[in-house]
């Protein structure tokens, strides 16, 4: 079965760091870009970075500054996203997507995990 | 800064067409950007509908399609169900490894 699983979310406090994790199975991992695009609730969905498939192109939304660090291990089929320096709004449901070569557009999802930025 | 618009809220009655659409801030849309579409129910992941302007992802409907019309990218649902009403996204690659979505549109169906 295709499939991506997140894991890693959870609640930490502002000005913190946390690692997400994205596992990627039933297809060949290392062909696709990889992106993670959040939705803060009660808000749209939003692109927050992309790694391509040799982790050669990587790319962060404008708003993220430098907060995020997005890698890949080939591997362990396994995406990550460091977040630090983590703000209130940084609150939202993190989904890890593929983007099929040809056609930049995502067509694998996961069901995303929730991260909480509260003191 | 680049922002890709969308209208707020639709309402279609069920047999309905309704079209969405999916503009730049500055500028028009065209096939360039690979405008794609996403179907998006709370506690869901979202739903690729639709790639590349007009292809519509496997599994999906052919009530749902996609075009260009004038500067903007556009969403048609035609013969709107009851299962359609929810937040519909769509999303513009901007090269690079780049994308920038819309704030969304969310459709009801009454």
């Known amino acids: 079965e295709v499939q991506l699983v997140e894991s890693g979310g959870g609640l930490v406090k502002p000005g913190g760091s946390l690692i997400l994790s994205c596992a990627a199975s039933?297809?060949?991992?290392?062909?696709?870009?990889v992106a993670w695009v959040r939705q803060a609730p009660r808000k749209g969905l939003e692109w927050v970075s992309s790694i391509s498939g040799g982790s050669s192109s990587i790319s962060y939304a404008d708003s993220l500054k430098g907060r995020f660090t997005v890698s890949r291990d080939i591997a362990k089929n396994s995406l990550y996203l460091r977040m630090s320096s983590l703000r209130v709004e940084d609150t939202a449901v993190y989904h890890c997507?593929?983007?099929?070569?040809?056609?930049?557009?995502?067509?694998?999802w996961g069901q995303g995990t929730m991260v909480t930025v509260s003191s | 800064q680049t922002v890709v618009t969308q209208e707020p809220s639709f309402s279609v009655s069920p047999g309905g067409t309704v079209t969405l659409t999916c503009g730049l801030s500055?500028?028009?849309?065209?096939?360039?950007?690979?405008p794609s579409w996403y179907q998006k129910t709370p506690g869901q992941a979202p739903r690729t509908l639709i790639h590349s302007t007009n292809t519509r992802s496997s599994g999906v409907p052919d009530r749902f399609s996609g075009s260009i019309l004038g500067k903007k990218a556009a969403l048609t649902i035609t013969g709107a169900q009851a299962d359609d009403e929810s937040d519909y996204y769509c999303?513009?690659?901007?090269?690079?490894?780049?994308?920038?979505f819309g704030g969304g549109t969310k459709v009801t169906v009454l």
């Open positions: 999303v513009l690659y901007m090269g690079s490894g780049f994308w920038v």
């Open positions: 500055s500028g028009s849309v065209s096939t360039n950007y690979y």
């Open positions: 997507a593929t983007a099929a070569p040809g056609t930049r557009a995502f067509d694998i």
């Open positions: 039933g297809f060949t991992f290392s062909t696709y870009t």
